[in-house]
């Protein structure tokens, strides 16, 4: 099994920046990681992507956070990241952290998520 870990949720004012990370780990070295994304879930709303990151770094944002959020990631640790600046009250979720993954050579690509972390923006 693969684990993905969020950090860097909190509360923040509107017009405020946070940075999320997530950490990709297993007990064994991971084979490979395609994409990794982050979603986002509302209160009474379905989960929506955000922002996706292929391994050669190709991005897409869905268009609400376009020029606001950046996504990157660090393929040597297993990482991703979510930059969000000049951030809305329309923004308040829980984001998770998605990863395509193949634990071993001989492992299918597998769809994983973290448990995800609560970004609070406040009007």
């Known amino acids: 099994q693969v684990q993905l870990v969020e950090s860097g949720g909190g509360l923040v004012q509107a017009g405020g920046s946070l940075r999320l990370s997530c950490t990709a780990s297993a007990s064994g070295v991971i084979f490979s990681i395609n994409t990794m994304g982050w979603y986002r879930q509302a209160p009474g709303k379905q989960r929506e992507l955000v922002a996706l990151i292929t391994s050669g770094k190709n991005t897409d944002y869905e268009d609400s956070v376009k020029g606001r959020f950046t996504i990157s990631r660090d393929n040597a640790r297993n990482m991703v990241y979510l930059q969000m600046d000049r951030l809305k009250p329309e923004d308040t979720a829980i984001y998770y952290c998605?990863?395509?993954?193949?634990?071993?050579?001989?492992?299918?690509?597998?769809?994983?998520w973290g448990q995800g972390t609560q970004v609070t923006v406040s009007s």
């Open positions: 998605n990863a395509r993954a193949r634990l071993t050579i001989l492992s299918t690509e597998e769809n994983y």
